[in-house]
């Protein structure tokens, strides 16, 4: 069922050929991005804009809320205009519009979905709130046929989740961190080197000269055989050796230290994931989506892993893995293929779990007075 009712305008007739307009406002990146779907599946990207705000928040060694809701709200209608004219197409040849409605940094989200929202209204199209998370999760599909159900590893700078993906709005969490994040491990230790901001692709830079094995970090929940995640620890472990290094040979090797660390982590609970999908599926494709599959160690270790179970592996084209509007916009034209759309008074959400059920029975962190964690 979807998350939101249906207030909207009636959805276009399905089995068509689909061309939407998604915002993706989560974060720090302002985009926008135009998709045609065919019926059978063929996703063209026929526009994708992003602004980064890298500049604005560098100073800062992070994002800065207000900062990336205020460059929002200035820069959402230039992009939504440089996507359309990219795409050469005016907004009579939509089917709908498509805007992350979560989770995320709430003011930058409720900047992407306002706006996604007022353009619904103004041309009389459907709108779609999608899961910024389910953007990720259809992502490979940009580049190429990638048929239900696979197995998927998301791993962006604020989630890490491995999920059996049976269609788009049918997904079960089989695994997530309980602490950090693999991307906010790479940001956190990145920034206690000094090495800048965003730390991942900073770290992941000066690992190319360094050695990896002198250093040794620790490696969590040894004792657990589920498919969970804990990055605390090593960020922790890692912090504290960057006080330790004196030269840049130092930290070259501190950082490969890290990068080896997280990629093998990521592929021990692939591993045991891949076992347990591999019982109840014939087709076995293994995607992996997010920031973090940019970096090329932890997406050459993942591959090797899926080539060792017979996996298929396929990952989003580098420029679809991190934050972008291409995917939302994906996953608006699927959703709306199914009759699924959402109503003008679809709120917009800081936490959504792509597995609502899963994470309400059996919540990693306890309900409080935020709620539990996506």
């Not at 019926?39 to 890298?54: E, K, R």
């Not at 709005?169 to 790479?186: C, K, N, P, W």
């Not at 109503?343 to 309400?360: F, K, Q, S, V, Y």
């Amino acid at each position: 069922m979807d998350q939101f009712p249906d207030h909207s305008s009636e959805p276009r007739p399905v089995g068509k050929t689909l061309t939407v307009l998604g915002f993706e406002t989560s974060c720090d990146e302002t985009a926008a991005a135009v998709v045609r779907l065919t019926p059978d599946g063929d996703a063209t990207v026929l526009s994708s804009i992003v602004h980064s705000q890298i500049d604005d928040h560098a100073a800062f060694g992070g994002v800065v809320p207000e900062i990336a809701a205020r460059s929002h709200v200035e820069m959402i209608a230039g992009v939504a205009r440089c996507a359309m004219a990219d795409a050469d197409l005016t907004y009579d040849a939509l089917d709908g519009v498509a805007a992350t409605a979560g989770p995320g940094l709430v003011g930058g989200v409720m900047v992407g979905l306002g706006f996604g929202k007022a353009v619904a209204l103004a041309r009389d199209l459907p709108l779609i709130a999608v899961n910024h998370l389910e953007g990720h999760a259809v992502s490979a599909r940009l580049g190429a046929r990638v048929a239900y159900p696979f197995l998927l590893l998301l791993v962006s700078g604020g989630h890490c989740q491995l999920l059996e993906v049976r269609g788009i709005g049918d997904m079960s969490r089989l695994g997530t961190t309980i602490d950090d994040a693999a991307g906010e491990a790479f940001d956190k230790i990145a920034k206690a080197m000094g090495l800048g901001y965003p730390g991942g692709p900073a770290l992941e830079r000066v690992a190319e000269t360094g050695d990896g094995s002198r250093f040794d970090l620790p490696r969590a929940l040894l004792g657990r055989k589920d498919c969970d995640f804990s990055f605390s620890g090593l960020k922790t472990a890692a912090s504290r050796l960057a006080q330790t290094c004196r030269t840049d040979q130092d930290r070259a090797d501190l950082a490969a230290a890290v990068q080896t660390a997280i990629a093998r982590q990521l592929s021990e609970r692939s591993e045991r994931a891949m076992t347990a999908y591999a019982e109840r599926h014939d087709a076995l494709t293994f995607v992996v989506a997010g920031g973090v599959a940019a970096n090329r160690t932890v997406r050459a270790t993942l591959e090797a892993t899926a080539a060792k179970h017979g996996f298929a592996f396929l990952a989003p084209p580098m420029a679809y893995c991190t934050d972008n509007a291409a995917m939302i916009a994906l996953a608006g034209a699927e959703r709306l293929s199914l009759g699924l759309t959402s109503g003008l008074d679809t709120p917009a959400r800081p936490r959504w779990p792509l597995d609502e059920a899963r994470a309400l029975a059996d919540p990693i962190h306890p309900t409080g007075r935020k709620g539990a964690k996506a």
